[in-house]
């Protein structure tokens, strides 16, 4: 059995940097991807929410947003598309009350991908639950 890949939502990007930030589990997951060589994941539109958050000072970082986005990447999560296709599905969810159109194009992009989210966000956690997505609760 292949393990799919994981893709953090934002949330799951800044929890990860922080000591104890992941639930076990979540801390499992992703050793266990690594460990099967399944891509670990973050979409651009993540860098776009960091950017926000530092933005309206609801977080502070030690550097400016592009640096500490590019850290991951340097870490060896990897970036992943932000096609008009995954755009326009972002739009046509099935049976989708995602109101957030962050939180709509990170699904598109794991039903497109076949990810795991890994994620604390209450809406992407019950639409995984309708069965719509996979998702990994951080």
Partial sequence: MSISPILLDTCAVIWATRPDGLSPAAQHALAEAERAGAPIYVSPISAWELGMLVARGRIALLEPPLTWFGGLVEAGV?????????????????????????????????????????????????????????????
Wanted: with cysteine; net charge positive; glycine share 4%.
């Fill in 78 to 138: 990897r970036m992943t598309d932000l096609s008009p296709a995954i755009m326009v599905d972002a739009s046509f969810l099935p049976q989708s009350r995602l109101r957030d159109p962050a939180d709509r194009v990170i699904a598109a992009t794991a039903r497109a991908l076949g990810c795991r989210i890994m994620t604390r966000d209450r809406p992407l956690l019950e639409y995984a639950a309708a069965g719509h997505i996979k998702a990994i609760a951080c």
